[in-house]
């Protein structure tokens, strides 16, 4: 298990370079933890270190967020930004088309993935927030 403190919102840009430098190649990111965790910001951390221009912003009622950037050969990519929080059942997530982001190669960040863990490969990278007394966020992820 590796963890990386954020101690304050200003750390948050260097937190999440940590993370994209500790997960490698790995496209599937799941987020878990209480309401107001910070899952959303920090994948606004995630999305601007990548490169994405537009605003990043909760897929809540959408469930799906799709964000352009260009990875490092310069070629045009999708970050798909996902909350399953709304769902009611596997069977929703499979007739949106949960399968299809998760096996398109692009990265997939989810939050609240509980209620498709049956769906996610094996090497998803698992990162749990957790808020501290001093009001820090800890990131714990395989």
Known sequence: MQK???????????????LMSAIGDRKILTFEGE???????FIKALCAKMGVEEEVTSPTF??????????EKGEARSIFHMDTYRLEDIEEAINIGMEEYLDSGEICLIEWPELIKPLLPDDAVEIKMIIEEDFSRKLLFL
Do not use: C, F, P, W
């Not at 990386?4 to 940590?18: S, Y």
């Not at 309401?35 to 910001?41: H, N, P, V």
């Open 4 to 18: 990386i403190v954020i101690k304050d919102l200003q750390d948050i840009n260097r937190a999440a370079g940590e």
């Open 35 to 41: 309401i107001g965790a910070g899952k959303t910001t």
């Open 62 to 71: 959408s469930i799906v967020n799709e964000y352009a950037y260009k990875d």
